[in-house]
T-cell receptor, first 113, second 114 residues
Framework: DAGVTQSPTHLIKTRGQQVTLRCSPK?????VSWYQQALGQEPQFIFQ???????QRGNFPDRFSGHQFPNYSSELNVNALLLGDSALYLC????????????FGEGSWLTVV | AQSVTQLGSHVSVSEGALVLLRCNYS??????LFWYVQYPNQGLQLLLK??????LVKGINGFEAEFKKSETSFHLTKPSAHMSDAAEYFC????????????FGSGTQLTVLP
């Protein structure tokens, strides 16, 4: 039973560029959330997707956008990268109505230079 | 609105000693509470969760936590620390409804001394 998988594990981008991060939820899960964890900080909620729609959004600018596909996998897109976007991006998944157990992936480390 | 406060950003214990990591929550609705562990350069691993029912929750690796509504607390304990327990621990809360957003505490770095 595969857990939450994310790709790539590490990447380096230049200021102003765009990045796409990918997530496959745990088997049987249909809801995906994204979190940003800056170095030394706690994770911060970006947004959640269910049934291919954004259901809730945290306090992040429109430069952060996402998508969920029919197979429940998800992408996080960040445009016009800033140095402050450097962080670990975590994907989490759960199954609606299953008791709210939320599982996280290993994350994608983004460095913006 | 929900929030969690973790008392003590750094906790050090000797190997074999009791581990106690503190978490207090604030929630206007019945909370769902979680403890996650994060090892260096890794993602978050679920240790245990409280949703409803029994207030003493047992998790993986010998950890347990007790939900105390009167004290709005959900402290994490382990009777005997191992060197492998050294990591960052996060307490998190979500509401009992849609569980759309986890709100994390600021984390507690646990050091285990030989």
């Amino acid at each position: 039973d595969a857990g939450v998988t994310q790709s790539p594990t590490h990447l380096i981008k230049t200021r102003g560029q765009q990045v796409t991060l990918r997530c496959s939820p745990k088997s049987g899960h249909d809801t995906v959330s994204w979190y940003q964890q800056a170095l030394g900080q706690e994770p911060q909620f970006i947004f959640q997707y269910y049934e291919e729609e954004e259901r809730q959004r945290g306090n992040f600018p429109d430069r952060f956008s996402g998508h969920q596909f029919p197979n429940y996998s998800s992408e996080l897109n960040v445009n016009a990268l800033l140095l402050g976007d450097s962080a670990l991006y975590l994907c989490a998944s759960r199954k609606q109505g299953s008791g709210n157990t939320i599982y996280f992936g290993e994350g994608s480390w983004l460095t913006v230079v | 609105a929900q929030s969690v406060t973790q008392l003590g950003s750094h906790v050090s214990v000797s190997e074999g000693a009791l581990v106690l990591l503190r978490c207090n929550y604030s929630s206007s609705v019945p909370p769902y509470l979680f403890w996650y562990v994060q090892y260096p350069n890794q993602g978050l691993q679920l240790l245990l969760k409280y949703t409803t029912g029994a207030t003493l929750v047992k998790g993986i690796n010998g950890f347990e936590a007790e939900f105390k509504k009167s004290e709005t607390s959900f402290h994490l304990t382990k009777p005997s620390a191992h060197m492998s327990d050294a990591a960052e621990y996060f307490c998190a809360v979500t509401n009992s409804g849609s569980a759309r957003q986890l709100t994390f505490g600021s984390g507690t770095q646990l050091t285990v001394l030989p």
